[in-house]
């Protein structure tokens, strides 16, 4: 079954940029989106077809998605940015998840 | 506002049935796809169950499939998992999610519920 791989944490300083990855084969061939879910909430959506956003979400989330690697870049980082990033692809009519990075603003 | 809704979850024994709902409102509910999506702290997120806006296409995990039911009652903007055989792995928060597009199969989850816990335990 196919595989997307994720780091378990990133550490960033406030005011820096976060890079957060996710890995799978020929990955850059699908549409990737990334998730938001901070401590006790529900997912919210950051990042749809590899680089586009909801209306939303600040323009300081992009994403970018490349032979086997996708990447959601957090520009200018805050502290409410503190949550775990999921990524997420279609493979034969299935959802895959990323086993989520833990970001850690501090 | 787009509001997702679950209902439903709870204690439950191994082998028995529970159904879980899902109340949507603030959007179009059958112009898009639905889906269920379950969490634990061990294996994060989990894609369970989608189906396509007007029921026609439906398609499951391979680890629920043949256990979990996915339905959809238009008229009552609903959404349903009836879930049988239920086993200690499969407590988890369950989720319901809006589908961006109007088949089940790819897009992304742009509205999330809150969740329902369903805890299977003798």
């Known amino acids: 079954s196919y595989e997307l791989t994720q780091a378990p944490s990133v550490s960033v300083s406030p005011g820096q940029t976060a890079s957060i990855t996710c890995s799978g084969d020929k990955l850059g061939e699908k549409d990737v989106c990334w998730y938001q879910q901070r401590p006790g909430q529900s997912p919210v959506l950051v990042i749809y077809?590899?680089?586009k956003r909801p209306s939303r979400i600040p323009d300081r989330f992009s994403g970018s998605n490349s032979g086997n690697t996708a990447t959601l870049t957090i520009s200018e980082t805050q502290v409410m940015d503190e949550a775990d990033y999921y990524c997420q692809a279609w493979d034969s009519s299935s959802v895959v998840f990323g086993g989520g990075t833990r970001l850690s603003v501090l | 506002e787009v509001q997702l809704v679950e209902s439903g979850g709870g204690l439950v024994q191994p082998g028995r049935s529970l159904r879980l709902s899902c109340a949507a409102s603030?959007?179009?509910?059958?112009?898009?796809?639905v889906h269920w999506v379950r969490q634990t702290p061990e294996k994060g997120l989990e894609w369970l169950s989608g189906i396509s806006w007007d029921s026609a296409n439906i398609g499951y995990a391979d680890s629920v499939k043949g256990r979990f039911n996915i339905s959809r009652d238009n008229a009552k903007n609903s959404l349903y998992l009836h879930m049988n055989s239920l086993r200690p792995e499969d407590t988890a928060f369950y989720y319901c999610a809006k589908g961006d597009y109007g088949d089940y199969v790819g897009g992304s989850f742009d509205y999330w519920g809150q969740g329902t816990l369903v805890t299977v335990s003798s």
């Open positions: 603030g959007f179009t509910f059958d112009d898009y796809a």
């Open positions: 077809q590899n680089m």
